[in-house]
């Protein structure tokens, strides 16, 4: 059955995922309108400044949660913002290359090169990525005039458009402009040039973002052989290169050569002096997470205990910083069972959240989700024993998840109006769509989670209150958000957001197959055949999908 056919069948049914859901509140809201005060701690000292709910610096504080709440959409970037400055680096940011120009040459060409590169950089930083693309365009055309066809110039201009299409996920634009830049280059300096080198780690990471990991392998290994031999085995720049071959060999299966990799360019930074800086720390979280797919937790969760403890000396408590650890450990703990110290760092980070952030921000809906399958997986333990409190424990549950997919689906209403502004501004929407994804996602697991939940305490023969239909009304919930916020835009070719669709779409068919053999049950909109055919085309799709990365 296809997709149209299958939401068709939905927006019959009486109970509609809209009329379910609380009203968006005034103070959420305003909040998109206005900019609260929020107290925030940056990198080097603790100040109020005024932030918006969708601050790109709100974003970078998430980022680094997404891939713990298991939907990180990017881990060819891991470590680094695409448009965000990088501490170390030659570059001022996301590959882009400072203007060194140490050539006699000088024309109303090289002058217009100059002019063009400065305000394409300037745009780029900005997030105005349309101005900032005819901008490298042209300097790219003023470079070749000015300069020559093979000059030096020419491929710093070609590499800063083609980060430009990275950022901007235009692959077949940005791949010829690298590959330019690497022909220039190794003609002009030799073919075992750092420069080379340099430009071959940006089309690692242009490959790496597409899954292309063999492709990106190779330019990972060349550019680190280049800058071994020229920076040394003790560079951090050797390190960053290490780094991303470590995460691409962890995608192609190679966790023990990968794992060695990430050790090595950890080692490195803190032989540099930089054991407690953010690329530091974002290395460090990374391997943490390699840790956890491997179900090595007790490893995972050493490693998330040193990084909150370095959170709570150097920023306190009451920063992003600390509640993102402190969450990461937590979710560990929920994993190896040990469950009552999750629930008290959930609970803080809850309070430090609503402290810090503005009210229904994503972020809160995520934790709120987490303290919610705590509380499901404590009713788990208590089942049989004491079946009084493990109704308790699902009933504070249940509310959390009210909680959480408010959240989420309030946030996603917003973008959508967000988004159409910033389209009209000319800014770029990567921000809004990873934030979008965030609680897209958190939106599915919070209604599946919630079907979960209405089955668990049916089972429970003292619950008073028993909703026969609440765990199919909640996935059917599931499917209309689906249809609502991922059909026809880019959140449907998420993997992350297909394989929570998918999951819902499975929880669904088991329910539906139970009631068939149910006398009187009421008829549901949705047949098992065309469940599980569009569970067939989706898991197709995620297949090739995996088939295309490895």
Known sequence: MSMPRIMSALLRRTHSFSSSRAPISTNFATSLSVKPKISYQNDSRSHTRNLH?????????FSGQAAILGFCGNVAMAEDDPIKPRSGDDTDGSGLERIEDGSVVSNIH????????DSGR???FQGKLEPAERLFGSAIQEAKEGFGERDPHVASACNN??????????FDKAEPLYLEAVSILEEYYGPEDVRVGATLHNLGQLYLVQRKLEEARAC???????KRRVLGQNHPDYAETMYHLGTVLHLQGKDTDAEALILDSLKILEDNGQGESMTYIRRLRYLSQIYIRSNRLAEAENIQRKLLHMMELTKGWNSMEAVIAAEALAVTLQLSGQLSEAQELFEKCLNTQK???PEGHIQIGGNLLHMAKTFMLQATQLRGTDNSEALSKLQKAKNYLGDSSRIAKDVMLKLKNQKGKDQKQGKSSETLRNYEHAALVILLRSLESLANLETSKNEIPEAKERDPHGAEDALLQCLSAYKEF????QLQDSPEVKSEYVSCLKHLSVLLADKERTINSKASPISISELKEEVQRIEKDL????????
Do not use: N, Q
């Open 486 to 489: 991922g059909c026809g835009s």
């Open 543 to 550: 297949l090739g999908s995996h088939k295309k990365g490895s």
């Open 161 to 170: 458009l083609a980060e430009l299409y990275r950022v901007k996920k235009e």
């Open 355 to 357: 402290k810090l952030l």
């Open 220 to 226: 990972y290994e060349r550019a680190l052989k280049m």
């Open 122 to 124: 300037e745009h780029f």
């Open 110 to 117: 090289t002058s217009k090169w100059r002019v063009f590169t």
């Open 53 to 61: 709910l969708l601050d790109p610096r709100l974003w970078i504080i």
